[in-house]
Each structure stands twice: as C-alpha cells, then as structure tokens.
C-alpha cells in the first residue's frame, strides 16, 4: 500500500516524462516560499561555480547553510548573514538536502565518507536527499550513491524511506552560474529527480534526467569530451585557413552557413577579433580554464579505458591540453588552443 500511495502521490504532482524543463514544478519559488521538505539547504563547495549556485538558492528563499576550506570565501557568506558549519558533519546535521560543488573525485570522497564526512556518523542522517554537481567520474558518482543508500533517515517525510543522492553535474559556465541558467545533467532515482525539480531551477534553467547512478556524471564528461574536440577542430581549420590566406572572419561566416558550423564557431570562436564578449576576446580570459578541460579529458580517458573503448580523438585532445598547462597557459580559456597550440592570428 505504501508503495501505491507514493505512486499515486507522485503521478498526481508529475509528468513524468524523461526530459524535466517540460514538467510542472513541485511548487512554484519564485511567487512562494520552497518546498517544505526542502527548506534547509547545505552547500559544501562555495568556488566559481558554487558560491554563485549558493546564492541563488538563497534568493530564491532556501534556509542555506555552507562550507568550504576557504574562510575568505566564508567570511563573504557570513557577513551576509548566512551561517557556517565547521565540517560537512555539521552541514548534515543541519539540512534537508546537501548539494556539493567540488573539484575532483577526491574531493567528493572525502567530503561524504572522510573524517567528519557527510556520511560520518550513526546509521541514520536527518538530509533526504544529496545533491553532487562536481564533474567527477561516473564510478566514483556510483559509489557515493551506494554508500549513501545504506544509510536510514532519522525522520521520514513523504515517499523518502532512505536519503537519495543524485549525480547532477552542471553546463554552462560561471556566467549561467551567476545568471541562474546553469543546464543540470541528472542521474540517480528519477523520483528523487523530480522531487528536487524546484532545487534545480533556482540555479538553472534545464534539467535533463539521464538515468540511474553515475549517468549524470557521464553525460557530463561526454559533453565536455565533444566541447574540446570540437574546439580543437574549429581552432586547427582556422588556423590553416589563415596560413591559406582567408581570414579567420570570412572563414568563420563560411563555416556558419555551411555544415561546419557549431557552438565553437558561432558562440565561442577561439579568434581573437571574430567575436566580442568571448574569452578571445579578453586574452583567453575567464570561461572554462584549459586545466579544468585536461582534467575533464583525463576522466573520459580513464572511463573509456574502464569499458575497453578506443577513443583516439580524447587521447588527441588530451595531450594538447596537457602541452597548454605545461607551457604555462592552464589558467587560459580552452580555445586559446588556437593561438598557443597552434599559433593563429589575432584577427585586426
């Protein structure tokens, strides 16, 4: 009876299709106060990326708590009157759901199973749900996931008989951070993926329910794997094709009416010249760092080697960014692949 009733309950709030921006949201946080069972938030990773996401859930109207190792970055929480916890224990102990924006996969481990971790206490937690945007590898998202399931919760509400975690890994950049506009790629329980439907669009805009545990973190390391190809194939086209002798811009309005173009060259030409408000624009300044791009290439490398799959091109793209952060040009937006891999022309 209990599993029809949260059915029932389910069917009646929900349309459940696969793709969640088309859904009817629990309740609407724009006009009225979240979601009950979510009022409490924790956010454990207050970065670039984080500390906007914090925000907004906070003017959305959630009760956040945070944590990071970084105090300067606490401090311009608390000034604004958000309270603090010492360890991701305390984070637990005051939230309904954890959200973690973390830098690698072990970061993620230790926040949720280290010393004073999410998951370091008795066998029941008081948060219902974990929510885990860090771009990690899909096995390590799988075993989180598990290690979260073996827990109870202290107090039920609803359908949650036991805490969910979902993998829900973010595009978009710092700018759709800070806008709200972020895209969350989701895995884990498809009903604990709708029930945190109002939690996703106060940070974001689309979110894309991609299957079971660790699929939200595949989808993401998929997508930057075709990002950094496609950038690297746009970026190596224009550079022979000023060595030919057409310029970047006349070359670029060709690839855009024909079938090169793509989101490299209409939305993030690695040009300098091309195109105003882009990275290239600004010395390869800001956007998407070509340290984050070789670590992202390095978890695609390693997933593919775990299925026996070839992928010559990730191992292409790879060296390439490794050669750029060994040259000193980790800190450069990933298309400056064009001028300093392959030395193309600024455009005048």
Known sequence: MATLYRVRSLLSIFNTKSTLSTYAPVCSFSTSPPCSQFESVGFIG??????RMANNLIKAGYKVVVHDVNCNVIKMFTDKGVPAKQTP????????????????????????TGPNGLLDGESRLRPHLFIDSSTIDPETSRK?????????????????????????????GVLAAEAGTLTFMVGGSEDACLAAKPLFLSMGKNTIYCGGAGTGSAAKICNNLAMAVSMLGVSE????????????????????????????????????????????????????????????????AASAKAVGLKCPLTSQALEIYTKLCKDGHEMKDFSCAFRHYYFGKDEQ
Request: charge should be negative; proline fraction near 5%.
């Open 89 to 112: 224990f305390e984070v637990a102990e005051a939230s309904d759901v954890v959200i973690t924006m973390l830098p690698s996969s072990s970061h993620v481990l230790d926040v949720y």
């Open 46 to 51: 207050l970065g670039n990326m984080g500390s």
């Open 237 to 300: 086209a224009l550079a022979l094709g000023q060595s030919l002798g057409i310029e970047a811009d006349t070359l670029t309005k060709v690839f855009n009416s024909s079938s090169a173009r793509c989101w490299s060259s209409d939305s993030y030409n690695p040009v300098p010249g091309v195109m105003e408000g882009v990275p290239a624009s600004m010395d390869y300044a800001g956007g998407f760092a070509s340290k984050l791009m070789a670590k992202d290439l390095s978890l695609v």
């Open 144 to 172: 989180v996931s598990a290690a979260v399931s073996n827990f109870l919760l202290k107090e039920k509400k609803g359908f949650w008989e036991k805490p969910v975690m979902l993998d829900a890994p973010v595009s978009g």
